[in-house]
């Protein structure tokens, strides 16, 4: 039967006619017909979209250029449309970057930067205007004004889809009352669906950059959030790409474009973190992947009768006897000067003995002479002539390579395994490297090879002893014999060299990630930091408990990143239900897909009962007051797509935000512990505080004697903190004692303030008194030790009314008595 593609040629001028078919489409036609991959999928939506995208670029610009944020943002109402005016107090764009930066597609200056923005790709404000273009057929209206300039330009302006460039149908000069800064209006086709996620987002945003003020007036509300700190975020730095991570891709493409000549000088020159012993230690980890190690021996041992010695004085001739001697005992000497030995080693040897010798003797030893030495030598020490893989272990030698490997094994190797195992396991796998002699003497060979050599001595030794030799047991094998191996002195190719052999660059590229380097700068990240996150929380939401925590940098695909986490809880937020999760990235809120965010995926993962908040099923999101808000910060954050919402579940940004969360939340879980005490601890206390009066009275009425100090036996039964204030007429006025005695387990430190109406005298060193409004503050801070007690004394006149007020013990752990 004839297939269908068979026939396709059968009709003359068909490949011809799809071919003038096919044309190539600009990203803003492209994005015109997919604006839903931006974010602008619905009117409701599309509109917060806008707004995010132009706050964004309003919060970078002032932050480059070292200015406090001043944000406006206005929704109107316009008949059938929406009206979206976003101005900013920034430096304002020059006349002729302006209409490219509002009417071009993936036209910016971060996309090749590597460094944290929150804009990267370009597309975001563009994106806005195409969009209000589409859905209302009006040209955005931008006014900007640079510092210092007499005037502001005034753009009328579309995107001009085919061409993916800017259509100016306006342009003049204009007044602006604003020294400097941007403003642009859009209209769209819109509506107000979505206004609590445009509410979260600016609340938000207001959260994560504490240093800016923002404003947002809607046709029904308007809110004002104002600065926290007048701290700009750290300035970022550029930098280059992090070895750790890199793709192999982008390694080709970093060789191609290099002007080093050498490995390590283009490690050092293209990435961050790399100097000189680094770059050699990368090189050392290519060697081991692109040329094998060699296998280093033992040297002859005392009891073995071999004599190097004779072995070189036999290979070498014609040198005379006194230098040959000579030559044969300083080979002899630097190989049993070491542990082990591998072939370029003994080269290394030859080689200094030959130019020790001459230099000595003036006998020139040449080339022939030390390959000579060196075939001789290396023949004594691999001397494995009876290790046959196949033959029967009962009937082999015992040679220096079996006793040597099984010295490996049996170290490496369960002690179930009995000797004899042992030994045909080494008299096997002695026998493939025999094999492999004829072919490269040096045994020379990467460690897949070698994993392959003690498989199939495993199993042969399965097979003819009828003994297991698991994967675990096969791979502490490779180990323990790769860990004695030497890394080759090979010089790694050239540049030029590596650039067209994608398995060499491959190596390179595994060596780099295998290399132990140190993090990246963070220069080039600017992270909210533990303190301002928590300044975040607690200026808008109104909260009982704040944590926060940063980590510290790491590396994805080459780009470092930074973690960090907070969490509220209790106050007003809302008790039923589940908790809030804020996700952020680069200082911008994620609004939507928070289904499809790994942020989300991770806080599900979580379990939450371990730090005290209800999990309903343990997982998901745990219920309860709470917030929960992570921030990830990099040069290049893996969003899920081009609308920038979600991030992409990458394993190594996973694991940090974790890791962000648990520190925060292991504190929260020692202030739900610390509360639950306390609340068992007043629980106590009060029932304590009902029944000891009625003892204390019954106690009276038995002994006829007044009831006794109720106060003072609660604050020991308790363990509490007791500060007593005690009194003495002295005649002219009074005594003031404030006596602290600590009855809990550990030292306690007070602030301590006691308001007199009348001016103290006799105050003592430690304390001072501040007069405010015809009252006098005494302050006391005693730090009090454990079963122990302190005293503050003054004397006042008569008449005197006192209130102290006592800060730095629970309420539950103090008893005050005035």
């Not at 930067?113 to 040209?139: D, N």
């Amino acid at each position: 039967m004839t297939s269908f593609q068979s026939t396709l040629g059968d009709e003359p001028g068909i490949a011809e006619e799809l071919a003038e078919s096919q044309q190539a489409i600009s990203i803003a036609e492209f994005f015109e017909k997919n604006k839903h991959m931006l974010g602008f999928d619905s009117g409701a939506r599309g509109l917060v979209t806008a707004v995010k995208e132009a706050v964004d670029n309003a919060l970078d610009a002032a932050e480059e250029a070292g200015i406090l944020p001043d944000i406006y943002v206005e929704i109107q109402e316009d008949g059938d449309y929406y009206r979206l005016i976003v101005e900013d107090n920034g430096p304002g764009l020059t006349k002729e970057s302006l209409p490219k930066v509002f009417g071009k597609l993936l036209y910016g200056s971060r996309f090749h930067a590597r460094e944290q923005s929150r804009g990267q790709q370009g597309i975001g404000i563009s994106a806005a205007v195409l969009y209000a273009q589409l859905t209302s057929g009006k040209p955005a209206k931008i006014t900007s004004r640079t510092e210092g300039a007499s005037e502001a330009q005034y753009f009328e302006l579309i995107v001009d889809t085919d061409e993916n460039e800017p259509e100016i149908s306006v342009e003049e000069t204009t007044t602006w009352d604003r020294p400097h800064g941007t403003r642009i209006e859009l209209e769209m086709e819109a509506n107000m669906r979505a206004r609590q996620q445009l509410h979260d987002y600016i609340k938000h945003t207001a959260v994560v950059n504490p240093h800016a003020r923002l404003e947002l007036r809607e046709p029904q509300e308007h809110f004002k959030f104002e600065r926290a700190t007048d701290q700009l975020p750290e300035e970022t730095e550029e930098i280059r790409p992090h070895p750790h991570g890199v793709e192999l891709g982008t390694v080709i493409k970093m060789l191609a474009a290099t002007d080093s000549q050498t490995v390590s000088g283009f490690l050092q020159e293209e990435f961050t973190r790399v100097g000189k012993k680094t770059a050699e230690s990368i090189i050392d980890e290519f060697r081991d992947r692109h040329y094998g190690r060699e296998m280093r021996w033992r040297p002859p041992q005392e009891h073995e009768s071999i004599d190097l010695r004779t072995v070189v004085e036999t290979a070498t001739a014609n040198k005379g006897a006194d230098a040959t001697t000579a030559f044969a005992d300083a080979i002899a000497d630097g190989v049993g000067d070491d542990d082990r030995i591998s072939h370029s080693e003994l080269l290394e040897i030859v080689d200094a003995a030959a130019e020790s010798v001459e230099a000595e003797h003036g006998t020139a030893f040449g080339e022939t002479v030390r390959e000579n030495a060196v075939e001789a030598v290396w023949s004594e020490l691999i001397d494995a002539s009876d290790a046959d893989p196949d033959a029967d272990p009962d009937e082999a030698d015992d040679s220096r390579l079996v006793a040597d490997l099984y010295e490996l094994v049996d170290a490496a190797t369960s002690t179930r395994k009995d000797d004899e195992v042992i030994q045909a396991f080494a008299v096997r796998l002695a026998g493939t490297f025999e094999d492999e002699t004829d072919d490269d003497p040096r045994h020379r060979l990467t460690r897949v090879t070698l994993r392959e050599y003690v498989d199939r001595a495993a199993e042969l030794t399965e097979e003819y002893d009828d003994v297991a030799f698991g994967d675990t047991a096969r791979e502490n094998v490779t180990e323990a014999i790769w860990d004695v191996m030497a890394t080759v002195p090979d010089d790694p190719p050239l540049v030029r060299e590596l650039e067209g052999d994608r398995d060499a660059t491959s190596d390179l590229v595994d060596g780099m990630r295998a290399t132990d380097i140190m993090a990246p700068p963070t220069r080039c990240l600017s992270p909210i930091s533990a303190e301002l996150i928590q300044a975040g929380l607690e200026k808008e939401f109104d909260a009982d408990f704040y944590a926060s925590a940063t980590r510290d940098a790491e590396v994805h695909g080459g780009d470092p990143f930074i973690v960090e986490a907070g969490i509220a809880y209790g106050g007003d937020l809302q008790a039923e239900g589940s908790a809030d999760v804020l996700r952020f990235a680069n200082r911008v809120p994620l609004v939507y897909q928070r289904g499809a965010c790994a942020t989300t995926d991770v806080v599900k993962s979580i379990g939450w009962r371990n730090y005290g908040l209800d999990q309903p099923g343990g997982s998901g999101l745990p219920n309860g007051p709470a917030v929960i808000m992570v921030h990830v910060a990099s040069t290049n954050v893996p969003f899920t797509s081009e609308s920038k919402d979600a991030v992409a579940n990458v394993p190594e940004i996973e694991d940090e935000i974790e890791l962000a969360i648990r520190e925060a939340a292991r504190d929260l879980k020692s202030y739900l512990n610390k509360r639950r005490s306390m609340q068992k601890r007043r629980k106590k206390q009060n029932v304590l505080g009902k029944i000891l009066p009625e003892m204390a009275e019954k106690v009276a009425e038995v002994t006829g004697r007044d009831e006794p100090d109720i106060d003072d036996a609660i604050a020991r039964i308790m363990n509490n903190v007791l500060v007593e204030r005690r009194v003495e007429e002295n005649g002219d006025g009074r005594e003031i004692s404030v006596v602290v005695e600590n009855n809990s387990g550990t030292n306690e430190s007070l602030e301590i303030t006691d308001i007199v109406s009348t001016e103290p005298t006799n105050l003592p060193d430690d304390a001072t008194v501040v007069e405010m409004d015809g009252e006098w503050f005494v302050k006391w801070e005693p730090e009090v030790k454990s079963d122990d007690e302190a005293a503050l004394e003054y004397e006042v006149p008569d008449g005197a009314t006192f209130d102290l007020d006592v800060k730095g013990v629970e309420n539950e752990k103090l008893t005050v008595k005035q």
